[in-house]
């Protein structure tokens, strides 16, 4: 009897721990689905990085590419999905034998996971938000190598240009600038690098647009006493592609562009 006692016992404990288990395990799939979830909804900015990486390494030779157009930023939001996916299909077989750890795993993950969404920004100033992932700033590099540029002409310009105004003239214009106006710009053409080019425009010193027939244009636009001048410049704006268009600036919040959106540098004498 006691011994009959005993295996009743030992039975219902058994019966109550697989309970117990088999709840965990539930619990385990639910969040593994969750964080699943989660996860795939930002496959959006994996399949970008993706198309932009076939597009630029498998570029026709008319095409225009920016070689290295990615930033730590594009790696991190490319690989964001694939990373957390991945571990929601390693939990998911834990949870099948060890649920108990695949809950501690879960829980973990339930915290980092947003944690991760929400310092995206620490990589990009422009991009990330709490819970989703910015649009990855596929034209970062591009920008950045243009503005570079604009700036270095800009004080260039500025230093030889003094009281007595900015030039009025191509010579002019090539004088001031040097061999500056030549360096290698971050486009690449048929596995060549191309140059940045120079062009010389007289209108009122505002910002210059046009159809570019290729990337790297710096179009210097000033005005009739050399008082004022500004810089744009062509560009991509997307990391390879057969059409060139004047180069945009970051993506501006309120209801009216600075020059229309474009990337420019302005200098203008002071007025007497």
């Known amino acids: 009897m006691e011994h009959e006692t005993r295996e009743l016992r030992t039975t219902r404990r058994n019966r109550k721990r697989d309970m117990e288990t088999g709840g965990k395990r539930k619990f385990a799939f639910a969040l593994t689905a969750l964080i699943a979830g989660i996860s795939a909804a930002q496959l959006d900015e994996t399949f970008p990085a993706i198309s932009f990486w076939w597009k630029v390494n498998h570029a026709a030779s008319s095409q225009f590419v920016v070689a290295h157009w990615w930033t730590s930023y594009t790696v991190a939001s490319a690989l964001f999905a694939p990373f957390w996916l991945t571990c929601a299909g390693v939990t998911f077989l834990l949870a099948k034998r060890r649920p108990g750890l695949a809950l501690i795993a879960l829980s973990t993950f339930l915290i980092v996971e947003p944690v991760s969404c929400a310092s995206a920004p620490s990589l990009e100033r422009e991009s990330g938000n709490l819970l989703g992932l910015e649009t990855p700033p596929f034209a970062d590099v591009e920008r950045n190598a243009d503005r570079r540029h604009l700036v270095s002409i800009d004080e260039r310009i500025r230093s030889v ?40 425009i007289t209108n009122e010193g505002v910002p210059y647009s046009a159809n570019p027939e290729k990337p790297g244009i710096v179009y210097y636009a000033v005005n ?49």
């Open 161 to 200: 240009g003094g009281a007595g105004g900015f030039p009025l003239s191509e010579e002019e214009l090539r004088r001031a600038v040097g061999d500056l106006a030549s360096e290698a710009s971050p486009y690449v053409q048929n596995g060549r690098r191309i140059k940045f080019d120079l062009r010389f």
């Open 224 to 272: 009739s006493d050399g008082s004022q001048f500004v810089l744009t410049i062509s560009g991509l704006n997307t990391p390879a592609s057969d059409r060139t268009s004047m180069m945009k600036e970051v993506a501006w919040i309120g209801a009216k562009q600075p020059w229309g959106g474009l990337l420019a540098v302005e200098e203008a004498l002071p007025q007497k």
